[in-house]
């Protein structure tokens, strides 16, 4: 089975920076995204990682540790429209070479003047 | 150009009734999905398709029948609704996972709001 944990809320500064963690255990590990989901809307993509490494991409980083289970999103330089859902969400291969995405229950992440 | 369209994105209807969500992709992607999001936002994935191909159902209720006519569309039936069906159902679509497209995300319909009383 799959187990994706992240808090559930987080609360950050204009202007700040704030990390969201997420780890996970799975079988088969094909991958780690982030994703971004504003109040009513769909998930958006934001990153990718399936290296150890970091992934950046303007304000936000990605980060992934496969041994560890371990990933974080970094957003910097917060913007009150970052308030949003972030969702990590992991891929692992299945039977026939099939993939299978599995979502964390997502943080909510509040950004206050 | 909308990537993923799901119809309707409105649905309420009353316990017992019958109804179905209709969804199609432009992008030319082989696989499609349906996700449940519950009243606490967690996404959960119900089935998926490859090329008209069931390869995933999630231990999902009798009542709930996908269908899929072509790789483009994705129909969603649910027979006899109950209360904890209410939800918000998402479609989505990616490129077959090979090495050309390993880093291919999800694409997100904007979601069918389904309320049952």
């Known amino acids: 089975g799959q ?16 990390q969201i963690n997420c780890t996970y255990q799975t079988s088969g590990f094909n991958g780690l995204f982030w994703y971004q989901q504003h109040a009513g809307e769909a998930p958006t993509f934001l990153s990718y990682n399936v290296l150890d490494g970091l992934e950046e991409k303007g304000r936000f980083s990605s980060f992934l ?9 970094l957003l910097k330089e917060l913007q009150m429209k970052d308030s ?30 | 150009d909308t990537a993923v369209s799901q119809t309707p994105k409105y649905l309420v209807t009353q316990m017992g009734n019958d109804k179905s969500i209709k969804c199609e992709q432009n992008l030319g992607h082989d696989t499609m999905y349906w996700y449940k999001q519950d ?4 996404l959960k994935i ?18 709930f029948s996908p269908k899929s006519p072509d790789k483009a569309h994705l129909n969603l039936h649910i027979n006899s609704l109950e209360l904890g069906d209410s939800a918000v159902y998402f479609c989505a679509s990616s490129p077959w996972t090979g090495i050309e497209n390993y880093n291919s995300p999800l694409h ?8 049952v009383t």
Request: hydrophobic fraction near 30%; charged fraction near 20%; charge should be positive.
């Open chain 2, 46 to 63: 119900m089935f998926s398709y490859n090329n008209k191909e069931l390869i995933i159902n999630e231990t999902v209720p009798n009542r």
């Open chain 2, 108 to 115: 997100f319909g904007n979601g069918t709001r389904l309320t």
């Open chain 2, 39 to 42: 009243s606490k936002k967690f």
């Open chain 1, 84 to 113: 949003a859902s972030y969702l990590c969400a992991v891929r692992s291969a299945r039977y026939g070479g099939y993939q299978k995405v599995t979502f964390g229950i997502g943080t909510k992440l509040q950004v206050i003047p």
């Open chain 1, 65 to 73: 540790s496969r041994s560890k289970g371990y990933s974080y999103l």
């Open chain 1, 3 to 18: 187990n994706i944990d992240q808090p559930t809320e987080m609360t950050a500064t204009e202007g700040a920076i704030v």
